[in-house]
T-cell receptor, first 111, second 115 residues
């Protein structure tokens, strides 16, 4: 079945550091790919998405490019802030199947 | 507006209580979802409603009873829960239940504690 693999956290960075959170997937067909963010005590918010190969999703300084050849959708941000501390979930959806989530990566940004 | 609202925000209940969680969206979405999320885990799908009909039940125990009274509302009725049911319950909606490009929008969740 479909699956998503994310790098294990927690990831701890200093403010203004460069962020990469790796995400790779296995899917039949042509999935759409998503990054969701969950701030402490809150629900999930859509951060960005890409629906076909080579699409780049971007939002709030975060970017991810749908790479079909490497089955990856890595999340990047050039300069993180303390307010970016959260749990980040990579997810995919293929055809009529429900969302498939990765295990989540906890990010802590220290001042 | 991409808002999904959930009430209550927090709920504490005993094992013999009956309570309900409520979810509402006004985006015209025809698919609504219930998820359960334990600490430090991703959300786990419980139920999917499509056009107000239950389309997916992920083998959820009968002490959880979903209801979709209309296209904007989704309820989760709780009865005789166990302490291990304590979790964050998330509601989500999307334009349609099928279609890989549809985005699911999540509510803020209800934090449930079963004593």
């Amino acid at each position: 079945g479909d699956s998503v693999t994310q790098m294990e956290g927690p990831v701890t960075l200093s403010e203004e550091a460069f962020l990469t959170i790796n995400c790779t997937y296995t899917a039949t067909g042509y999935p759409s790919l998503f990054w969701y963010v969950q701030y402490p005590g809150e629900g999930l918010q859509l951060l960005l998405k890409a629906t076909k190969a080579d699409d780049k999703g971007s939002n709030k300084g975060f970017e991810a490019t749908y790479r079909k050849e490497t089955t990856s959708f890595h999340l990047e941000k050039g300069s993180v802030q303390v307010s970016d501390s959260a749990v980040y979930f990579c997810a995919l959806r293929s055809g009529n199947t429900p969302l498939v989530f990765g295990k989540g990566t906890r990010l802590s940004v220290i001042a | 507006d991409t808002e999904v609202t959930q009430t209550p925000k927090h709920l504490v209940m005993g094992m013999t209580n009956k309570k309900s969680l409520k979810c509402e969206q006004h985006m015209g979405h025809r698919a609504m979802y219930w998820y359960k999320q334990k600490a430090k885990k991703p959300p786990e799908l419980m139920f999917v409603y499509s056009y107000e009909k239950l389309s997916i039940n992920e083998s959820v125990p009968s002490r959880f009873s979903p209801e979709c009274p209309n296209s904007s509302l989704l309820n989760l009725h709780l009865h005789a829960l166990q302490p291990e049911d304590s979790a964050l319950y998330l509601c989500a909606s999307s334009r349609l239940a099928g279609g890989s490009t549809d985005t699911q929008y999540f509510g803020p969740g209800t934090r449930l504690t079963v004593l």
